[in-house]
């Protein structure tokens, strides 16, 4: 069982950065797809960014593009968004999350992504 954990939230101000890593536990990380998502309170769990399992592809979420970079080190099960830029309308909570390997090729969705991570805080103010 593949168990996500995720580091390097905080306050930040506008125009500030940070970047945000996800540790992987078990064998088959590099065979798996992965993505960021974050979710603010009484809204749904957005798509910020995927990576497929090699690194070969990835995708932003419109609002993100430009600012946001995703790359990943399968050999230290480690997967990072790298977030600059950054807007108040970005403040959420983010999670790392792994996609199914029986879903479609491509970002999918939220309800792809069978493993999740416990969330780090985000919070973009002056």
């Known amino acids: 069982q593949m168990t996500l954990v995720e580091s390097g939230g905080g306050s930040v101000q506008p125009g500030g950065s940070l970047k945000l890593s996800c540790v992987a536990s078990?064998?088959?990380?590099?065979?798996?797809?992965m993505g960021w998502f974050r979710q603010v309170p009484g809204k749904e769990r957005e798509f910020v960014s995927y990576i497929t399992a090699s690194g070969a592809r990835t995708d932003y979420a419109d609002s993100v593009k430009g600012r946001f970079t995703i790359s990943r080190d399968n050999a230290k099960n480690t997967v990072w968004l790298q977030m600059n830029s950054l807007k108040s309308e970005d403040t959420a909570v983010y999670y790392c999350a792994a996609k199914s390997l029986l879903s479609d090729i491509g970002p999918g969705t939220a309800d792809d992504y069978n493993r999740w991570g416990q969330g780090t805080q985000v919070t973009v103010s002056s």
């Open positions: 078990g064998r088959t990380f590099s065979r798996i797809t």
